[in-house]
């Protein structure tokens, strides 16, 4: 089958044609909730950021717990210090709030709990180990 036939370069539009779109009132509103980050925060300053740290997770050498409770889950609830279960996996989250796009607080308000449920309403599709998977501390323990 022969490649199909492009067209002549004078009926493209020119590179430096400007298109006026009219915005609908759909893009006005925020439905995610997202804003601005602050300079620094960005998702590639958090690449960077997982790249070049030793310890994000706070593990100061220890390995990680298989046997974490979820009672000792709700005593990690600062800034800092911020644990949270992700499908049976518990990650101190803090050095990752201020890089998250909705902003830390509506991680935060999620802190020392299991927030599988949550996550999985709005980032079902996000690969947590690629993105936070070197904050992890342990796993929850089996009841």
Same mark, same amino acid.
């Given at each position: #089958?022969p490649?199909?036939?492009? @067209?002549? /370069?004078?009926?493209?539009? !020119?590179?430096?044609?400007?298109? =006026? &779109?009219? %915005? ?19 998702? #590639?300053?958090?690449?960077?950021? @997982?790249? /070049?740290s030793?310890?994000? !997770?706070?593990?100061?050498?220890? =390995? &990680?717990? %298989? ?64 993105l ?12």
């Amino acid at each position: #089958m022969p490649p199909p036939k492009s @067209k002549p /370069a004078e009926a493209l539009p !020119a590179a430096t044609t400007s298109y =006026k &779109l009219k %915005p609908s009132r759909k893009t006005a509103v925020n439905p995610r909730q997202k804003f601005r980050l602050a300079q620094g925060f960005g998702m #590639m300053d958090w690449v960077r950021l @997982k790249q /070049a740290s030793k310890d994000l !997770a706070q593990l100061k050498g220890s =390995k &990680l717990r %298989p046997d974490i409770t979820l009672s000792e889950v709700a005593t990690h609830k600062t800034l800092h210090d911020c644990w949270i279960v992700l499908r049976g996996v518990v990650y101190n989250i803090g050095p990752y709030l201020a890089y998250h796009p909705g902003g830390k607080n509506i991680i935060f308000k999620l802190a020392g709990t299991d927030c599988t449920a949550e996550f999985d309403k709005y980032h079902r599709w996000v690969n947590i180990e690629g993105l936070v998977g070197v904050l992890k501390v342990g796993y929850l323990a089996k009841s």
